[in-house]
């Protein structure tokens, strides 16, 4: 799904069963699970708006009775002053759950734990920030919201308060500081989860690139069948329960089955909407994932949140068969920051592997590209001698046609079987082409598996390519049932409903006509490998100064032209003899619609400085392209990068990304969101004929002179038909004029140009700003923001 096409979730009341239950409204169930009670209240008058059925049940007041009174008079005072106490002070609300209350029930003392979170009336992703005052948007807007107060009876000692749960689990953080490896890691977090919570059996699970889930370790009381190494499909968990499990880490079903406890009125009062539940303890779950545990036999469960880069990438899965079992909030809270500290160390271990790596990688390529020149060896040999291609990206053949000469190298291949996938990869109109089974994705080749099976493939100019090939990987995978009968149809008062699977026993499936697939980085490798290449074949048929040359206009290419926008772009190299250097732009559009732009200038000119340009380009792409990062983070990646490849750049970089919500769309307005290190700030000139400079609070280091530097992010909303100008400073600096005073001479002339069709906007800036030829290379982006009732210029 995305931003412009939102989850068409179902009507409340609408039944549930497979067919629907990826559009299932999981976050406002409109009940609760009956372990505990719920509370909404009004802020900062602390009246209560919504109580769940079953309130008198642990506070003996009813719901009936409870709506529209203060808070101090369902709870009493003292307990009401001290939810009031918490919810007052600064900072997240979660630091200082639970709220350990007291209650008197005719003149019983009642302990509970009360855990308290806000539930935002804003429309649906809106993001909500905590300051002193309370929740705004991410614009600093007030948003109205309501304490939502959650109260679990606390049942005997309280094991640990929350400031002590790093005391509760000091010995297994060290053993994991101390593992040696991936393994040990699971092993160790699975352990300690079952010993602290006490749950039957707990389960590290997970996901592979499509979702699908692998069980990597498992603890247990012994008396179970084990399910490691069992494999699930990504329909067990669908899209919208793993994008809750992402926001809220840990859910606990401390029943299996149970009666939910219906909250009143279902609908807010404030909003006409049921009540936001996703970052609830208690939300009722789905009644597809109930069935789905009862016929698992578990009597309870609770599952914790692995992330990587604040996305989903596992789970660890608490089963319990006994009966009802449910481990207090503050030893929940314990195993919450295990989960953590484990995904800290996966990130941590990723990125040393990743670093390794790459530097392994980065030797390679400078040996391979050292080969190549020497002009008196033909290319294919240089790139076949030691170290060689399958050094770079591993692989059981590589075949290179190169200026009329190929070669094999690895297991002997028919060089016609690599020429036609060649073919078939170039027809891609792609930099490179990866597939992992040629049968499924380029069936009309008729490549027999045995022959051929997986290929990575880098066409080139006038021909030429690279092909390198995989046999294929047969495989066993072990499902947890089958995966191919996930459902089952059942009679269910007469009628006929889709339910889910009953048999969870081991299911092998073999695997056929795939190969090993290609990761990113060896799609990243084989790219950054191309650029090389074509460096190579354009520096053996011309000058190097001109093969330098046309490699810069080449990485500089045409835009693209989003709907919404309109680009122009110019690239004007300064009167020197070697044509080229470290000025550059980009802009490309990323998997969500947003566009982003960049521009660049490398300390320093001709070939050497246009290399770097080259690299620092790439690496930015593969960065910033479908990460989901945001300008700020790609450049504090970029800048590490600089650093733990050694490539000795310093440059001024400007990221930027032009995005808009549906509301915005509505509004006929765009969001800039930029990062600036170093870099000449963007002038906005509107529609009107007015300029404004978009500069930050202070200026950020330049990229490469301290990976550790604080990157900023700034945001400016922009009207339609309004244009921005990123440009290098050659545009507005030269000896006899000073930067401020070639900033306003700029802002002077684009008033002037409001109405001007953009192309000839940039050439007219360029000939009255830079009337001879330029001192320093000239990069320049102009962008416009089309008006919604303006036809498109023609291109």
């Not at 979660?94 to 008197?104: A, G, H, K, M, S």
């Not at 219906?262 to 779950?285: K, W």
């Not at 490179?432 to 990575?456: K, N, W």
């Not at 070639?742 to 830079?770: K, M, N, Q, W, Y």
């Amino acid at each position: 799904m995305t931003e412009t096409q939102p989850t068409p979730w179902l009507a409340p009341g609408t039944p549930v069963d497979l067919t629907n239950c990826e559009r299932e409204p999981i976050h406002v169930p409109g009940s609760i699970q009956p372990r505990g009670v719920l509370l909404a209240v009004s802020e900062p008058d602390l009246v209560v708006e919504q109580a769940s059925a079953n309130l008198a049940d642990v506070v003996g007041v009813t719901w009936q009775a409870a709506l529209g009174r203060p808070l101090a008079d369902v709870l009493g005072t003292v307990p009401a002053q001290a939810v009031a106490r918490s919810a007052a002070a600064f900072g997240d609300l979660r630091e200082r759950n639970p709220v350990e209350l007291t209650l008197d029930r005719d003149g019983t003392p009642v302990p509970v734990d009360a855990i308290l979170h806000r539930a935002l009336h804003g429309s649906p992703g809106q993001q909500s920030l905590k300051d002193a005052t309370g929740p705004v948007d991410a614009a600093g807007r007030p948003l109205a919201s309501s304490l939502v107060i959650e109260l679990e009876p606390a049942f005997g000692p309280r094991p640990f308060s929350f400031p002590n749960t790093y005391q509760a689990v000091r010995g297994t953080i060290a053993e994991l500081n101390r593992a040696s490896d991936l393994q040990s890691l699971y092993d160790i977090t699975v352990q300690a989860v079952r010993s602290l919570t006490g749950f039957d059996r707990v389960m590290l699970y997970r996901y592979d690139t499509d979702f699908n889930g692998e069980v990597v370790a498992e603890a247990q009381h012994g008396g179970l069948t084990s399910f490691l190494g069992l494999h699930y499909p990504a329909s067990d968990i669908p899209a919208q329960a793993r994008a809750l499990y992402e926001k809220n880490w840990i859910r606990l079903i401390s029943e299996v089955p149970y009666t939910p406890a219906v909250i009143h009125p279902v609908d807010h009062p404030a909003t006409g909407r049921p009540l936001d539940l996703t970052y609830s303890t208690l939300r009722s779950v789905s009644p597809i994932h109930v069935e789905y545990l009862v016929n698992m036999g578990v009597a309870s469960s609770m599952s914790i949140s692995l992330l990587r880069e604040d996305k989903l990438w596992g789970l660890i899965a608490c089963h319990h068969y006994a009966g009802p079992h449910a481990p207090p909030y503050a030893t929940r809270a314990a195993a919450e920051f295990l989960a953590s500290t484990l995904s800290l160390r996966l990130v941590d271990r990723a990125a040393e592997e990743e670093v390794r790596r790459a530097l392994r990688a980065r030797s390679t390529l400078a040996w391979l590209t050292a080969a190549t020149l020497d002009e008196e060896r033909p290319l294919a040999d240089s790139l076949l001698g030691t170290p060689d291609l399958l050094d770079l990206v591993p692989a059981d053949s590589v075949v290179v046609h190169l200026e009329g000469h190929t070669a094999v190298r690895g297991v002997p291949v028919d060089e016609t079987v690599a020429a036609r996938v060649a073919a078939w990869a170039e027809g891609l109109r792609r930099d490179v082409v990866a597939t992992e089974s040629l049968t499924a994705d380029a069936p009309a080749l008729g490549v027999p598996v045995e022959v051929a099976c997986g290929a990575l493939a880098v066409p080139l100019p006038e021909g030429q390519w690279v092909v390198w090939l995989r046999q294929e990987k047969i495989r066993s995978v072990d499902w947890g049932g089958d995966p191919h009968h996930k459902v089952r149809v059942v009679e269910d008062d007469g009628e006929v409903r889709i339910s889910p699977r009953q048999s969870f026993d081991r299911w092998q499936e073999t695997v056929h006509g795939r190969a090993e697939p290609w990761t990113a980085a060896e799609v990243g490798e084989a790219t950054e490998l191309r650029t090389n290449l074509l460096e190579a074949l354009y520096a053996r048929t011309r000058r190097v100064a001109r093969a330098a040359e046309t490699l810069q206009r080449s990485m500089l290419s045409e835009p693209p032209q989003p709907d919404h926008v309109q680009m122009a772009v110019r690239y004007v190299p300064a009167a020197r003899e070697a044509q080229v250097g470290g000025d550059w732009y980009d802009a490309f559009t990323q998997p969500d619609g947003a566009t982003i732009l960049v521009i660049g200038d490398v300390v320093g000119h001709d070939t050497e400085a246009a290399a770097v340009m080259g690299q620092l380009r790439g690496l930015l792409r593969g960065i910033a392209f479908d990460s989901g990062h945001g300008p700020a983070e790609v450049l504090r990646r970029l800048d590490r990068a600089v650093e733990g490849l050694r490539l000795e750049a310093v440059a001024s970089v400007l990221v930027a990304r032009l995005e808009q919500t549906p509301e915005e769309v509505e509004q006929g307005v765009t969001r800039l969101v930029w990062s600036n290190a170093g870099h000449p700030p963007p002038v906005v000139l509107t529609e009107d004929g007015r300029t404004e400079l978009l500069t930050g609070p202070r200026a950020d280091l330049l990229l490469g002179v301290h990976a550790g530097a604080p990157r900023r992010e700034h945001e400016a909303t922009l009207a339609r038909g309004s244009t921005v100008l990123l440009y290098t400073d050659g545009l507005v600096e030269r000896r006899d004029q000073v930067f401020d005073d070639g900033i306003a001479a700029l802002r002077d002339r684009l008033t002037t140009l409001a109405d001007t069709p953009l192309e000839e906007l940039s050439d007219i800036l360029l000939a009255d700003l830079v009337p001879d030829r330029a001192e320093d290379d000239i990069a320049l982006v102009a962008v416009r923001l089309h008006r919604q009732d303006r036809p498109r210029p023609d291109r």
